[in-house]
């Protein structure tokens, strides 16, 4: 009875040894390797992070990154004729398709939130934007309190029209939403003159402002909403594929290599109409360079 026992106690104990083994064993690194293949969730307009150019190829600040990590990945699994797959995502669909596994990370414009990291995880912050609001300079509206009564756009599945509400000057104002599925769409109600303001972080708008057929015609609103990191979107509880992440994103902030990739985008003519966002490197980035981390945001 006690060999019984004593074997039934040493089974358990070898199962409770491995159990590690599998569960690192069993991640995006694991899928990949089986499927030789590697999934990039990517934005179609969010400039100039990840959006399409003239031949509907996927580019930007985001995407040359994830290709870096494509590289590590490739040489890490000794794979170079890996199979990389680019599958369009969106704010609202975005986290969904990456759970279930459809795409491997999201390589785009999302904001590292504590909230969000109930769902997903995030390599290391890659750039940090403030929340503020656009609107047309011949529409009367100089600040938040003018807001009251009218309709705003917001972007499906993103949070940033709610932050209006937490600042004193938006506390007692009534708007209405209208919803465009990606930030193109928001900002064209604005453009077309069905919404009034537009809620986003202030890159992205800069983004589509400098695209826009009159740029001197929009303004930003004075006030920040709040300030935030962005990341490399990776599924949760995924170590060895966040580390793979960091490893590659440490290593180009270490080296000062990020901050050509930045210039590229950010200070020089980009496609595809070739203008320049003039959008210098905030103090904030500068220091998540300096000192690499993935905390996210309240």
Not at 182 to 202: G, I, Q, T, W
Not at 206 to 234: C, H, Q, W
């Amino acid at each position: 009875m006690k060999r019984n026992l004593l074997a039934a106690l040493l089974a358990c104990v070898g199962v409770a040894a491995v159990q590690p083994a599998v569960a690192s064993d069993s991640g995006t690194l694991k899928k990949i390797k089986e499927t030789k293949t590697l999934v990039i969730g990517f934005r179609e307009s969010s400039v100039p992070f990840s959006y399409l150019d003239n031949q509907q190829k996927p580019i930007g600040y985001s995407m040359d990154l994830c290709n870096k990590v494509v590289d590590s990945v490739k040489a890490k699994l000794k794979m170079p004729d890996l199979n990389v797959q680019l599958q369009p995502v969106t704010s609202a669909n975005r986290i969904p398709l990456l759970q279930n596994g459809t795409v491997d990370m999201e390589c785009g414009s999302t904001t590292n939130s504590v909230k969000r990291q109930e769902q997903v995880s995030f390599g290391n912050t890659t750039f940090v934007t403030n929340v503020k609001v656009v609107v047309k300079k011949n529409s009367g509206i100089k600040t938040l309190a003018d807001l009251n009564d009218q309709p705003i756009a917001t972007t499906s599945g993103t949070t940033s029209v709610q932050l209006i509400k937490q600042h004193e000057k938006g506390a007692n104002i009534n708007f209405k939403e209208i919803y465009g599925k990606d930030h193109a769409e928001s900002f064209l109600l604005v453009a077309n003159d069905r919404a009034k303001a537009f809620v986003m972080d202030d890159i992205l708008i800069a983004g589509l402002v400098a695209n826009s057929e009159k740029p001197s015609d929009y303004m930003f609103l004075p006030e920040v909403l709040r300030t935030e990191p962005y990341g490399i979107m990776i599924r949760k509880d995924d170590p060895e594929f966040k580390a793979a992440v960091d490893e590659v994103l440490n290593g180009l902030m270490k080296s000062g290599e990020i901050n050509k990739m930045y210039a590229k985008w950010f200070n020089s003519s980009i496609p595809p109409k070739n203008i320049n966002l003039n959008f210098p490197m905030s103090p904030e980035l500068k220091e998540a360079i300096a000192k690499p981390n993935s905390v996210g945001v309240n």
